[in-house]
């Protein structure tokens, strides 16, 4: 069965920092390109930052450029999502995502989701 699970989600202050963490099970992320979505309130959901399985190409929304990164370790089948300088405007419930071919972060592509993990900024 595919799963993919979120977390590391909490309430931090403007300026922290948080990692999430996307944990695989079923499937092997390796192969997959992978993208992290978020969610505010009344809002759409918008893609912060794919990437390919190759991690030759990665989309970005400016947004969050500069402040956030994703990584893997294949050995756990996870992939991170590290955010900087966190700002009020991030607050959202992120997830992550998966898509057999890359193609930036249009949602429409990525097939399997996972359920989410809230994120709050607030001081």
């Known amino acids: 069965q595919v799963q993919l699970e979120e977390s590391g989600g909490g309430l931090v202050q403007p300026g922290g920092s948080l990692r999430l963490s996307c944990a695989a099970s079923g499937f092997t992320l390796d192969y997959y390109a992978i993208g992290w979505f978020r969610q505010a309130p009344g809002k759409e959901r918008e893609g912060v930052l794919c990437?390919?399985?190759?991690?030759?190409?990665?989309y970005i929304a400016d947004s969050v450029k500069g402040r956030f990164t994703i990584s893997r370790d294949n050995a756990k089948n996870t992939v991170y999502l590290q955010m900087n300088s966190l700002k009020p405007e991030d607050t959202a419930v992120y997830y992550c995502?998966?898509?057999?071919?890359?193609?930036?972060?249009?949602?429409?592509?990525?097939?399997?989701w996972g359920q989410g993990t809230q994120v709050t900024v607030s001081s």
């Open positions: 995502a998966t898509a057999r071919a890359y193609r930036y972060c249009l949602r429409n592509e990525y097939a399997y």
């Open positions: 990437i390919s399985s190759s991690g030759g190409s990665t």
